[in-house]
């Protein structure tokens, strides 16, 4: 065989292989984009600025919270969060796990 021809069978079997692997670097990160969703908890028990930052404070205490605003006047607690971090489930669990009351 020439070496020529060598090199470019070469190079096609090499470009292959490293597009295979883009394709599943690709497909391997789609998992890992964060899912923002934005939720607001109807919280009973809330009477004044300590309650709001106590419940701020225990909601940050879990993975994937990107804010919190939590307001006493109108009982209400706003979360945004990565859905593939942390759940509803675990927010509310962590407002009652501070004493008050999420009304589901």
């Known amino acids: 065989m020439r070496p020529g021809f060598i090199f470019v069978?070469?190079?096609?079997?090499?470009?292959?292989?490293c597009t295979q692997k883009t394709k599943l670097a690709d497909s391997s990160t789609k998992s890992l984009v964060p899912v923002v969703k934005?939720?607001?908890?109807?919280?009973?028990g809330m009477s004044c600025e300590?309650?709001?930052?106590?419940?701020?404070?225990?909601?940050?205490?879990?993975t994937g919270i990107?804010?919190?605003?939590?307001?006493?006047?109108?009982s209400t607690a706003f979360v945004r969060f990565d859905s593939s971090q942390t759940t509803p489930d675990e927010i509310i669990a962590a407002i009652e796990k501070r004493g008050y009351t999420v009304v589901r």
Request: glycine share 6%; hydrophobic share 45%.
């Open 50 to 62: 300590h309650c709001e930052m106590s419940i701020t404070k225990g909601v940050l205490e879990l």
């Open 66 to 74: 990107d804010s919190v605003k939590a307001n006493h006047l109108d």
């Open 38 to 44: 934005d939720t607001i908890f109807k919280v009973e």
């Open 9 to 17: 069978l070469l190079t096609v079997f090499f470009s292959g292989a």
